[in-house]
């Protein structure tokens, strides 16, 4: 009778561990789930197009990222700073150091036309750097200038890299990319003071997936 009784316990004492282990893992899912679900897990991508310009003794680099999430939380992700490197294939070339100028709005500038359409475009102030937040339904495009007053331009391929600082996360988000440089875009942003693009979808030009110029 003893030996049933005990046979019986150590059955109920097994269930029971075995439903209280149940409980405790459908607590922690539940509990991952929601963290999931508060965390905006943000993301970024690069566009199709960077533009650059010489300015004065400086060069500036125009992008636009689209910084976003897919998933709708409560929570919103603040952006404290966005960086760009750029440093020649070679290594021979000192690395620029480009700072977060200004953000910048392009536009159509319909009452001054000129022969060459690259001036009927142009950019105007838009605000200064600074933090950002995003949410789903809000992601972020800024068009973002970075300057740099120590390039010494050289031709050849540049790997590069956008870095994205945010405030929750210890790891940035980090998109590299490449750009090429010809002799002839050296020549021209040296002589010209207007601005060039540089794009990934040039015909031609595509199986490296660089920024380069058309012609």
């Not at 109920?12 to 929601?34: D, I, K, P, R």
């Not at 994205?164 to 942003?189: G, H, K, N, W, Y």
């Amino acid at each position: 009778m003893v030996d049933l009784v005990k046979k019986e316990l150590r059955g109920v004492h097994s269930w029971v561990t075995t439903v209280a282990a149940l409980v405790a893992l459908g607590f922690s899912c539940y509990n991952f789930a929601h963290q999931l679900e508060d965390d905006p897990r943000p993301d970024a991508t690069l566009p199709v197009m960077l533009k650059m310009t010489r300015d004065g003794g400086g060069v500036s680099v125009f992008v636009q990222p689209t910084v976003f999430t897919r998933f709708n939380t409560p929570e919103a992700e603040l952006f404290t700073d966005v960086r760009l490197r750029l440093r020649h294939g070679t290594g021979a070339v000192p690395e620029p150091n480009f700072y977060w100028l200004r953000n910048v709005k392009w536009f159509v500038d319909h009452g001054n036309p000129t022969k060459d359409i690259r001036f009927d475009v142009t950019w105007e102030f838009e605000s200064d750097p600074g933090p950002f937040t995003i949410t789903q339904a809000l992601p972020r495009q800024p068009y973002i200038q970075f300057r740099t007053n120590d390039w010494k331009l050289a031709p050849g391929p540049y790997q590069g890299a956008l870095t994205f600082m945010r405030q929750s996360a210890a790891t940035p988000i980090e998109r590299p990319f490449c750009l090429v440089l010809s002799a002839t875009d050296v020549t021209d942003l040296s002589a010209d003071p207007g601005w060039y693009e540089f794009r990934t979808d040039v015909p031609g030009k595509k199986q490296g997936g660089c920024y380069s110029r058309y012609g």
